[in-house]
């Protein structure tokens, strides 16, 4: 009998640590950050009798996959470099957990099936803005972070993808407001990137990684031009409540997290500091669900 207990217990042990491992290549909680934009793009766009319950659903499902695949297909492109640095070393292709046959196999067909179910319970359009935001993550920002800061640009658009394609799975087009809801993720994640890219500096050295502005350097240029972008948000958060897609109380919750988040760029602009950049980073991934839960609260008919 106890041997039984201690079989069953590794077994257990087996599918778990299997099933960390597959968590940990899709970037489950980066993966699950996107679907949460997604479906605010989603229910701030749907206007019908009746919610669309498929295309939620479908939307939110394959909105997940692609981005897991993306974030798989990332860690198999970027392999050896992250056994270099410290905060990735331990992902499961560096420590050969899962094989790359392995990665490569899961990867397509956990993208296959995120692409099949937008085609099916979304519209072309997103489906296909799916597709190219995929691309871009793989094959161009991948890629280019190692060439120069021009990668925080072209990462920038499919990370600001996942709204407008829950605006485009309810509405089945591209409209002003889904260009608003997209412009405040685009300009959103240039303060999010740098404060990230100036906390893992040294880390990100070791695998050549350019994303830094102003030559790379983490001094007073680069605090400069994170506090300029971060500034971009205060006008942007305002664009929902002046276009009538929300109400003013969300432009209100838009602005008061703005301007704290901006006060924190001066922090970094006075000391360059890595605690200051850590603020920052924190405080971006505060910034964006707030708004956008305020959005969602605040929508108007």
Same mark, same amino acid.
């Given at each position: 009998?106890?041997? +039984?207990?201690? @079989?069953?217990?590794?077994? *257990?042990a087996l599918i778990a640590a299997r099933v960390k491992a597959y968590s940990d290549l899709i970037k489950l909680r980066l993966s699950a950050l996107v679907t949460f934009?997604? +479906?605010f793009g989603y229910i701030l766009g749907d206007r019908g009798a009746s919610f669309g319950w498929s295309?939620?659903? &479908?939307l939110a499902l394959g909105g997940f996959l692609i981005s897991g695949a993306s974030g798989a297909a990332n860690e198999i492109m970027e392999r050896d470099l992250? /056994?270099?640095?410290?905060?990735?070393? %331990?992902?499961?292709?560096?420590?050969? =957990?899962?094989?790359?046959? #392995?990665?490569?196999?899961?990867? $397509?067909?956990?993208?296959i099936v995120g692409i099949s179910l937008l085609w099916i319970f979304t519209n072309p359009l997103t489906t296909w803005l799916g597709i190219l935001s995929m691309v871009l993550? +793989?094959?161009a920002y991948t890629p280019l972070k190692r060439v120069g800061p021009i990668a925080v640009f072209v990462g920038a658009i499919p990370g600001a993808m996942p709204p407008l394609l829950g605006w485009t799975a309810a509405t089945g087009s591209i409209t002003y407001e889904?260009?608003?809801?997209?412009? =405040?993720?685009? =300009?959103?994640?240039?303060?999010?990137?740098?404060?990230?890219?100036?906390? *893992?500096? #040294?880390?990100? /050295?070791? !695998?050549?990684f350019k994303?830094?502005?102003?030559?790379?350097?983490?001094?007073?240029?680069? !605090?400069?031009? =994170?506090?300029?972008? @971060?500034?971009f948000?205060?006008?942007? &958060?305002?664009?929902? $409540?002046?276009? &009538?897609? @929300?109400?003013? %109380? *969300?432009?209100?919750?838009?602005? +008061?997290? &703005?301007?704290?988040?901006?006060?924190?760029?001066? *922090?970094?602009?006075?000391?360059?500091?890595?605690? $200051?950049?850590? /603020?920052?980073?924190?405080?971006s991934f505060l910034y964006l669900p707030i708004v956008q839960i305020a959005y969602l609260l605040d929508k108007l008919p």
């Amino acid at each position: 009998m106890r041997t +039984v207990d201690v @079989t069953d217990h590794s077994i *257990s042990a087996l599918i778990a640590a299997r099933v960390k491992a597959y968590s940990d290549l899709i970037k489950l909680r980066l993966s699950a950050l996107v679907t949460f934009s997604a +479906v605010f793009g989603y229910i701030l766009g749907d206007r019908g009798a009746s919610f669309g319950w498929s295309g939620f659903i &479908g939307l939110a499902l394959g909105g997940f996959l692609i981005s897991g695949a993306s974030g798989a297909a990332n860690e198999i492109m970027e392999r050896d470099l992250d /056994k270099l640095m410290k905060r990735t070393q %331990n992902r499961p292709l560096p420590l050969q =957990i899962i094989s790359l046959q #392995e990665a490569y196999w899961f990867t $397509s067909l956990v993208a296959i099936v995120g692409i099949s179910l937008l085609w099916i319970f979304t519209n072309p359009l997103t489906t296909w803005l799916g597709i190219l935001s995929m691309v871009l993550y +793989v094959f161009a920002y991948t890629p280019l972070k190692r060439v120069g800061p021009i990668a925080v640009f072209v990462g920038a658009i499919p990370g600001a993808m996942p709204p407008l394609l829950g605006w485009t799975a309810a509405t089945g087009s591209i409209t002003y407001e889904a260009l608003i809801i997209f412009g =405040i993720q685009f =300009i959103w994640q240039f303060p999010h990137f740098w404060a990230i890219a100036w906390v *893992s500096d #040294e880390d990100y /050295k070791r !695998a050549g990684f350019k994303l830094l502005p102003s030559g790379g350097g983490q001094d007073l240029n680069t !605090a400069i031009q =994170i506090m300029i972008y @971060t500034l971009f948000l205060l006008p942007l &958060g305002l664009l929902p $409540s002046y276009f &009538g897609l @929300t109400g003013l %109380n *969300s432009g209100i919750v838009a602005t +008061v997290c &703005g301007v704290l988040f901006l006060a924190q760029t001066f *922090s970094l602009m006075r000391d360059c500091s890595r605690k $200051s950049a850590l /603020k920052i980073m924190f405080g971006s991934f505060l910034y964006l669900p707030i708004v956008q839960i305020a959005y969602l609260l605040d929508k108007l008919p």
